[in-house]
């Protein structure tokens, strides 16, 4: 683990990349929110963070924009392949559960949902 920021170690790079040290949630996490102009204290109750731990993690952001843009964009990319990768893998697995009949007694759930999918199919 190496520390990023020099007056604090409140961002550090770990196997996960640039993580708000003390937590599992990486700088990527915060960007998707950040990308989407949603407001700080939004994000900080959703991660559950200290003021503190945010005040650092858009500082980091606002200071190091291009190279956290730079790593961000591959996070998304990998993550995509990934994602690819999976369903393609997953195809036949997830073919067969789908063919699969509801369990019993789940029969006015599954009526229930396929309802209000048609209801919103309906609306598109």
């Given at each position: 683990m190496t520390t990023i920021s020099n007056e604090q170690t409140a961002i550090i790079r770990t196997e996960r990349g640039l993580t708000i040290a003390g937590t599992r949630i990486t700088i990527y996490?915060?960007?998707?929110?950040?990308?989407?102009q949603y407001p700080p204290k939004f994000i900080r109750g959703l991660f559950d963070l200290t003021e503190?731990?945010?005040?650092?993690?858009l500082t980091y952001i606002e200071a190091n924009r291009a190279d956290v843009?730079?790593?961000y964009?591959?996070?998304?990319?990998?993550?995509?392949?990934?994602?690819?990768?999976?369903?393609e893998k997953n195809r036949?697995?997830?073919?067969?559960?789908?063919a699969q009949p509801p369990r019993p007694g789940t029969e006015?759930?599954?009526?229930?949902?396929?309802?209000a999918k048609a209801k919103l199919d309906a609306k598109a």
């Open positions: 996490d915060i960007m998707d929110y950040v990308t989407a503190a731990q945010i005040n650092a993690a843009e730079a790593e964009q591959m996070v998304l990319k990998e993550a995509e392949e990934l994602r690819l990768y999976y369903e036949d697995l997830i073919a067969r559960i789908a006015a759930a599954w009526e229930k949902l396929r309802a």
